[in-house]
C-alpha cells in the first residue's frame, strides 16, 4: 500500500514556473513507476510524465516536453515535477500516481495509488 501526497500548486501568471512534489509513504518508493497526470476541467485526466523505477529513465507528454521536468529522490520517497514557461493550457489539477507493473505506461489505468491532487491555475 502506497499513500500519496502532493503539494506545491498554486496560482502562477503565464510564463512563471512551480514546482509540483508528491511525497509517498511506505519503504518500497523506489520499486514504483511514479507519473503525473493532470485533469483540467471537463476533461479526462492525461499523462504529463513519468519516471520508470530502476534508473529506467523519464517520458513525457508532447505538450509539456522541453518545459517539465520529472525528478525522484528515492530516499526521501518523494517525486517532483518542475514546470517552466507555464501557459494557461496548462491550468488543471495535477495528481501524482504509482504503478507497480514491470512495465511502465502512460495509461491512467495502469497506475494502482493516486494522491489527492493539487491545483495549478496559470493566468494569461
Known amino acids: 500500500q502506497v499513500q500519496l501526497v502532493e503539494s506545491g500548486g498554486g496560482l502562477v501568471h503565464a510564463g512563471g514556473s512551480l514546482r509540483l512534489s508528491c511525497a509517498a509513504s511506505?519503504?518500497?518508493?523506489?520499486?514504483?513507476?511514479m507519473g503525473w497526470f493532470r485533469q483540467a476541467p471537463g476533461k479526462e485526466r492525461a499523462f504529463v510524465a513519468r519516471s520508470m523505477r530502476s534508473g529506467g529513465g523519464t517520458d513525457y507528454a508532447d505538450s509539456v516536453k522541453g518545459r517539465f521536468t520529472i525528478s525522484r529522490d528515492n530516499a526521501k520517497n518523494t517525486v517532483y515535477l518542475q514546470m517552466n514557461s507555464l501557459k494557461p493550457e496548462d491550468t488543471a489539477v495535477y495528481y501524482c500516481a504509482a504503478d507497480r507493473d514491470y512495465r511502465s505506461s502512460r495509461d491512467v489505468s495502469e497506475y494502482e495509488y493516486w494522491g489527492q491532487g493539487t491545483q495549478v491555475t496559470v493566468s494569461s
Open positions: 511506505g519503504r518500497t518508493f523506489s520499486n514504483y513507476h
